[in-house]
């Protein structure tokens, strides 16, 4: 449900899942560190995984019997491209697939019947295409056996099902179905906009007014060679002598998104956004396009006319303690923070939260940005 504010609030009698707050199924930003090394100060997380990671695969050349330079020829590079915070950013492109399910694993917050939620982490895409070595459609299989619990049937093979999506680089709630029927269902109630979905990002610029619609259809153009989406705002008769004779101007696809101002410090702000249609990059170029406020990290959408890395603003780059050309290895900075489905279980809805990303987190400390 949404209150006065037109935010999405939780019911008293909804099923709550707080990814902040459950103990035994910790997301994986936080558990699998834990379940991989002790803590040592001076050692970033991705470094310790990486140790962890490159230990086990001497052992296992051991027993193989190869050592030096086909040893070194191995190792992953899994920690982040910038050094600092955002080094607990891991390079889940160069792990193999049983460890990246592992992660998956590690990083479930809700299973349940038929449901299984995840609070999916950076880099990771949905499904494959040139270049992409892991993606969450392809260890769907591995991830089901994984979670096979000890009720499954012998003979029955475990399966997974997506429902919705996540950008590559968008962190957060992500839903699975254990069943083809289930998975049906809940795509539906994506497809009729029942769904209450709510993220959080870090803006470039703070938005004006610090709360409000952004109601601008979009469609897909052709930038410096590439296709990415962009914003079509609807033009009045009196402009139509701009677009010149017998042109026809495209609607485009309706794209409405609700946001409002959580915390902000003169050059940045932490927003949460609630989208009601769900456009591909929707969130996106709303802010970068319709607001003036691109999102942290997201350089695809920073300039209008190209793509090229971000540039910040001197005080966000000091508060960082790096400089412009270091920005380009910054991560998007796009999380979906909680996810509502109405009507889930004898009438009671299910709402799923899950915790900030650990470099997420960081960067609004860095900024002196605050959660209420």
């Known amino acids: 449900m949404k209150d006065q504010n037109g935010s999405t609030s939780v ?28 803590e040592d100060s001076g050692v970033s997380s991705a470094a310790r995984l990486a140790a962890k990671i490159r230990s086990r695969e001497r052992e296992a050349e051991k027993s193989r019997g190869t050592t030096g330079d086909s040893r070194n020829a191995t190792r992953p590079d899994v920690t982040g491209k910038v050094k600092g915070h955002w080094g607990d950013v891991l390079n889940l492109g160069k792990l ?52 096979r619990s000890t009720q499954t049937v012998a003979m029955e093979t475990p399966s997974l099902h997506l429902i919705h999506r996540l950008d590559k680089e968008t962190t957060g709630v992500m839903m699975l179905a254990r069943s083809a029927v289930t998975a049906r269902q809940l795509h539906q109630q994506f497809f009729r906009r029942e769904m209450q979905k709510k993220y959080w990002v870090v803006t470039v610029g703070v938005p004006d007014p610090c709360e409000g619609v952004i109601d601008i259809p979009l469609i897909d153009k052709e930038v410096a060679g590439k296709n990415r989406m962009t914003v079509n705002p609807e033009v009045g008769q009196q402009y139509a002598d701009v677009l010149g004779p017998g042109k026809k101007r495209s609607r485009g696809l309706t794209a409405v998104t609700n946001f409002r101002v959580i915390s902000e410090n003169g050059t ?26 691109p999102i942290l990290g997201d350089h695809k959408y920073f300039h209008h006319h190209k793509l090229a890395p971000q540039i910040l603003p001197k005080s966000l780059l000091r508060s ?53």
Request: with cysteine; hydrophobic share 40%.
């Open 11 to 38: 019911d008293m009698d909804d099923l709550v899942v707080d990814g902040d707050t459950v103990g035994s199924v910790v997301p994986f930003h936080k558990k699998l560190m834990q379940d991989a090394l002790r």
């Open 96 to 147: 193999q697939p049983s460890t990246v399910a592992t992660i998956l694993k590690k990083s479930v917050i809700y299973d349940n019947g038929d449901v299984v939620v995840v609070n999916k982490p950076y880099g990771l895409p949905v499904h494959g295409g040139p270049g992409v070595t892991n993606n969450i459609s392809a260890l769907l299989p591995t991830l089901a056996h994984l979670l």
């Open 268 to 293: 940045a702000a932490l927003v949460e956004l609630m989208p009601e249609t769900g456009v591909k990059h929707q969130l996106r170029v709303h802010m970068s396009q319709g607001m003036g406020c």
């Open 320 to 372: 960082f303690g790096i400089e412009q050309p270091k920005v380009r290895g910054i991560p998007m900075h796009l999380h979906a923070k909680q996810l509502r489905i109405p009507n889930f279980q004898d009438g009671r809805a299910l709402s799923v939260s899950v915790r900030l990303p650990r470099y997420f987190a960081k960067t609004l400390h860095k900024l002196k940005l605050r959660i209420p």
